[in-house]
Structure formats: structure tokens, C-alpha cells
């Protein structure tokens, strides 16, 4: 038995490092020592803040004491039984926590490829939260997008949204930095407000049309309503950003009368297994990723803008509730 060292939420609004016990790995398993981890600024800080309703799947699957943290780069140390494809020494991504030793079942593993820098290895858990979300879109050549809310998730998502032929793709938020910074990631062009306001603006851009595709990523709730009269009849309208809470909508003006497609994208509608129907698994998702990473078609590493040792998470997640907006990419370091 080891130990290690790991962030823990003890409550709402509570941020502790424990000293926690880590087994040798077992059956098909893999013992990794942490290099870097990135903060998700979305799931992450709903869970330190405590703010979603109790009795939701938010509340089941957020338990106090609880450990977050699920972008995790680090060097396999030692292997168990029936381990394939992975050996000790390999740098690897995986969903393992905010903490300096992490025990992994091998087959969940992505090996990073040379080329890729630990911290954008650190993206691709977010990455292939994106591309699920843009291909359950079905975006095809040509059709529009509106991706509201461009924190990290709404930023890969216009960068993919780019790839896959959209055009043009319009980066929506409340933020002027954010909207900036997806101006410099493949957004055609930018609205700042809120979802209510960004009719008329994307009106006359978009040569009188609405989008064809509404992507959101806030998880705000109370910004769906106004995302459905952004998309056009029989338009899609995908819910990225797990909403926080209840959504008052009234489905016969806002969806039955147009038509709408409403598609949730969680991360658990990957396919568990690749069939001739759909390939796309987390893990063929993930070594894409990787893949677009290191041939410089999706850019990652400008968007860390700001680094912790790992002794200073709390610091790091206090910083990121006062104000989230003026914050990317929260990177923290293990190797100190």
C-alpha cells in the first residue's frame, strides 16, 4: 500500500489536500504518478460550490466528502495482472482525480503521443466531451452554428465545429475575453450578451437566417429558452453544458411549433463498445483528439491561463469561484 496526496471537497465551498492509501494495482490495472491535472471549470465548480437541487442526479453523483478531478497526465509506475498495450513508463491520459498517485483500469488509459505536451494531453477528457457533443449534432458543410457559452468546452466545441465544415460559427458570451479568444480559435464571429439578445445580431450576419445548430454550454438553465429561438425550424438545439437545475419551457411555442430537435450530449452517450453502426467510443474519441492536437488542428495549449502547484488548490478553486469568467485553462502541477 502507498500513499498520496489528494484534493478533496469536504463540503459546499470547502477545498482540503488528505493523505489518502492507494493499493498496488490489481486485475487489469495501472498505478500512475501525476505530472498535471486540468480544473473543469464547469462539473468541477458546480460540485465545490454545492449549487444544483437535491434531488437530482447532481446530488446522487455529487457525495460529500468528494474528490474532483477527471483530466489527469501522468507516467504508469507499475502494472497489474492481464494489463495489455500500456507498460510502465508510458505517458498516459486518463480519469483519474486531482491527486499524485492514481489507480486505473488500463483499457480507460490513453497513451499520449510524442509531440503532445502533458498540459494538452490534459484537455483531451474535455476534447472528446466536445466532439460527442459536435457530432451528435450531425453538423454538416456549410450549416451554421451558435456555440453559447466559450469557456474550455465551448471553445474545443467551436474549433470543431470549424472542422466539421461549419459556417459560419458564432461564438456567444457574456465575456469579451472568452469571446476573444474563440475569435482566435476558429469562431467566424462574435456576439456578446445573453441568448435573449442574439437574435437580432445573428440575423444579420447570418444573411437573414437563424442557425442551423444552437450548441449549449453554460450549463445555466435559465439560457435554453432563449437558445430555442435562436435555432431555425426543424433546427438543433444540443445541450452541452449539463444544466444545473430545472428549465421552465414551453414546449408547444418554443419546440413542438418548430419543430426542434433537442439532443442531449452527455460524455455517457459514447457507445461502450465500437459496432459497424458507430465507432465512436470514448477511447477512438480520445486518440482522435490526441491525434488533431498533435497535428496542430486543434490548439490547446494558449488556452492555460494559469498554473498551481499542487499545494495551492485551494487557492486555485477559490480564485475560480470568485470569478470563473476571467479564467481559462487551470492547470496544476504534480511533479514539484
Known sequence: MQTARAVVFPGARKVDLETVEVPSPGEGQVLIQTRCTLISTGT???AFGGEFPPESAWANYVRYPWRPGYSNVGVVVQTGPGVEDVGVGQRVVSHGAHASLV???WSQVQPVPEGVSDEEAAFCTLGVISLNGVRLSRLQLGESAVVCGVGLVGNLA????RKSGGWPVVALDLSEARLEMAAAHGATHTLQGDAGAARE???ALNRGRLADVVFEVTGNPKVIPGLFRLARRLGRVILL???RGKTEVDFHDEVHTNGLHVIGAHNSTH???ETPYNVWTLQRD???FLDLVAAGEVRVNDLVTERFGWREAPAAFEMLWKDRARS???MLDWTG
Open 44 to 46: 468541477e465548480l458546480t
Open 103 to 105: 489507480l486505473q483500469n
Open 158 to 161: 467551436v474549433q470543431l465545429a
Open 201 to 203: 445580431g445573428l440575423l
Open 241 to 243: 453544458g449539463s444544466p
Open 271 to 273: 457507445t461502450p463498445v
Open 286 to 288: 480520445g486518440e482522435l
Open 328 to 330: 481559462m485553462g487551470v
